[in-house]
């Protein structure tokens, strides 16, 4: 079994203390040798951290011991060796960047679409696949047929669908990302923004490759993460960079330092 768990979480709720939750969340990562990066905001909390099996159970678990956490999900993986330097938690604006005052996925929030279920929804030919995800991140793997914003940033993402003219008549959409909380916040903006029929994948590209056996993947390439292991194959293995796509080379050192942006 390899050595180290690697857990990628996120919750939106409402945490008008979010700054007093640092401290104590810090301390408890660090007396248990956990790293990574965990972002509190007014919103919610968003991380990918990496420790022993224990040690990730205890921060977790300190996390959902607030009551307004306690739906917190998470998406485990593992490596055999850590993939973060350091411990880094950070309070935010929003705990994922997307720029537009008023988009609250708590009160308003796309049709969650299974793992089991994503395949045949794409199949759907009045269906508008949209990759919510960084230009560099499409690089290494997506699904075949998604429309890619080629965007560098997710704040880019609310100008290019209202620029779009794949999107101008506000058809069926479907969206996902890397582990589900951009697409809560995308589907979110697209209902605000007047689209009907909005579906996202649940719990993200994470969680359709944890769950659909590769021969059933519409998948297609590797899966960027924001940490040292660069990308993970269909089997959630990391890549460590190997076979990295060479349009992506430019900007990896930085997507790394500064962490996900979902």
Do not use: Q
């Amino acid at each position: 079994m390899s050595d180290f768990r690697i857990s990628a979480f996120y919750h939106f709720a409402a945490l008008d203390d979010f700054a007093a939750l640092k401290t104590p969340l810090a301390a408890l990562a660090c007396r248990k040798g956990v790293r990574g990066s965990i972002l509190l905001a007014a919103e919610g909390v968003n991380g990918t951290i990496a420790g022993t099996d224990e040690g990730v159970d205890a921060v977790l678990a300190h996390m959902r011991a607030d009551p307004r956490l306690g739906g917190l999900k998470d998406k485990s993986s593992r490596a055999g060796r850590m993939p973060f330097k350091r411990l880094k938690v950070r309070l935010k604006r929003e705990i994922v960047s997307l720029g537009v005052e008023g988009i609250d996925p708590v009160e308003k929030v796309g049709t969650y679409v299974a793992p089991e279920d994503w395949n045949d929804l794409l199949r759907d030919p009045d269906v508008v696949l949209v990759d919510t995800r960084n230009d560099y991140e499409i690089a290494f793997g997506t699904f075949e047929g998604a429309m890619s914003p080629e965007t560098r940033s997710f704040r880019s993402f609310p100008e290019w669908v209202r620029t779009a003219p794949a999107m101008a008549n506000k058809p069926k959409v479907a969206m996902f990302c890397t582990g589900g909380i951009r697409c809560e916040k995308a589907t979110s903006l697209l209902l605000e923004e007047g689209f009907g029929e909005v579906y996202h994948l649940d719990g993200g590209i994470l969680n359709y490759l944890e769950r659909v056996p590769r021969e059933e993947s519409l998948w297609r390439g590797d899966c960027f993460v924001f940490d040292e292991r660069i990308a993970v194959d269909h089997d959630l293995a990391p890549t460590w960079g190997e076979g990295a796509p060479e349009e992506a080379h430019a900007v990896l050192p930085r997507a790394v330092v500064e962490g996900a942006d979902g």
